[in-house]
């Protein structure tokens, strides 16, 4: 089974491709170009390497969030019209749970992914398993329900893994606020355009093949535009 891979919600994006499971090749985005601009010719270079043609792709997937709404609509957009083309099933996966297989399926993960304003997008997971939906909130709103460096609360007195660019940019707010119970993972921010391809092949072995239009963003938190439009309202 081949599928390609895609996530434009992180600063850098990427793109992967992966057969049974197995990443062949992940190449991150060109960072100093509009998404818009250079997509979907990156990923066409990227079959042209593997010497691929797009109607070899069995499965499509792609980031759905959260992240960059502008980012998450044109990398969704992008992959619905592939699959459409080629009548593929597409794949959204969540940024949040590619991240938490960098972080590793055996104690507690916390993926932070930088939301702006001073917040970040968290989910958290234990063993592999999302144990706190996602939320948008500011980092030391999430930390006060850890608990200290030295607390011993139900659930919260093993080590937490943090990861994501949430977690690079207020990694001394979380050494602070946990001392040695924190462990900031390296790499921060991991390409995700592999991990989302892994993740889709194992859905689609499980029988969970989707059509592209029934794919939906993770926004977790509204858009500035309907803050704004809510706001000349009054809703």
């Known amino acids: ?9 992180t600063r850098t994006g990427s793109c992967a491709l992966a057969r049974d499971g197995v990443v062949l ?25 593997e010497a691929v043609a797009l109607r070899d792709i069995d499965v499509f997937a792609v980031a759905t969030g959260p992240g960059s709404f502008t980012g998450m609509r044109v990398g969704i957009a992008t992959m619905q019209g592939l699959a459409f ?8 996966v969540s940024a949040l749970d590619a991240l938490a297989v960098h972080g590793g399926e ?13 917040e970040v997008y968290a989910a958290l997971y234990e063993r592999g398993r999302e144990v706190e939906a996602p939320s948008v909130e500011l980092p030391t709103r999430i930390l006060g329900r850890f608990g200290g460096p030295d607390e011993e609360e139900v ?4 080590r937490i893994v943090f990861i994501g660019d949430g977690a690079e940019a207020h990694a001394a707010t979380i050494r602070d606020a946990l001392g040695d119970r924190a462990v900031i993972a390296e790499p921060t921010a991991p390409l995700l355009a592999g991990t989302i391809a892994t993740l ?19 926004y977790v938190r ?14």
């Open 222 to 235: 509204r858009t500035d535009a309907e803050l704004a439009r809510d706001a000349r309202t009054g809703s």
């Open 25 to 49: 090749l992940e190449r991150a985005s060109d960072a100093t170009r509009p998404q818009a601009s250079r997509l979907p010719g990156e990923l066409m270079a990227l079959l042209d390497q």
């Open 155 to 158: 659930g919260r007195h093993d």
């Open 85 to 92: 083309a080629a009548g593929k099933p597409l794949s959204g």
């Open 200 to 218: 889709a092949t194992n859905a689609a072995l499980a029988g969970h093949m989707p059509p592209p239009h029934a794919i939906r963003p993770l």
């Open 1 to 9: 089974m081949l599928v390609l891979g895609l996530d434009t919600t």
């Open 106 to 118: 055996r104690g507690i993960v916390a993926t932070w992914v930088d939301a702006w304003r001073g």
